[in-house]
């Protein structure tokens, strides 16, 4: 059974940095065979994805966090990482990863695109 468990949340001033890691479990050797994301949700609003990661390690970007934040995995240790730099009040929110059963991310980042997520961490970025 696949789990996905987020790490790394916190509170931070604006302009800092974080890094949220994503450990997945129950793949076996397949971990390198699925596309991953990363979706955000603040109070009020509706869910966002924020990036992605194919199989191959091609990754893709919400227009909104562009230059900000980087996606990677590590396929050895079957782990998801996403780095945010230059924070911004505004990126407060729950982030969770996602598992997409495809090798190939779809071409925008949608949360029906992935059937397995985790329990999220929380963000949180004052002025």
């Known amino acids: 059974q696949v789990q996905l468990v987020e790490s790394g949340g916190g509170s931070v001033q604006s302009g800092g940095s974080l890094t949220l890691s994503c450990e997945a479990s129950?793949?076996?050797?397949?971990?390198?065979?699925?596309?991953f994301g990363w979706f955000r949700q603040a109070p009020g609003n509706s869910s966002e994805g924020v990036a992605a990661i194919d199989g191959d390690g091609t990754t893709n970007y919400a227009d909104s966090v562009k230059g900000r934040f980087t996606i990677s995995r590590d396929n050895v240790k079957n782990m998801l990482y996403l780095q945010i730099n230059g924070l911004k009040p505004e990126d407060t929110a729950m982030y969770y990863c996602a598992l997409r059963r495809n090798r190939y991310c779809a071409a925008g980042i949608r949360a029906t695109d992935f059937g397995s997520w985790g329990q999220g961490t929380r963000v949180t970025v004052s002025s």
């Open positions: 129950g793949f076996g050797y397949d971990y390198k065979n699925y596309c």
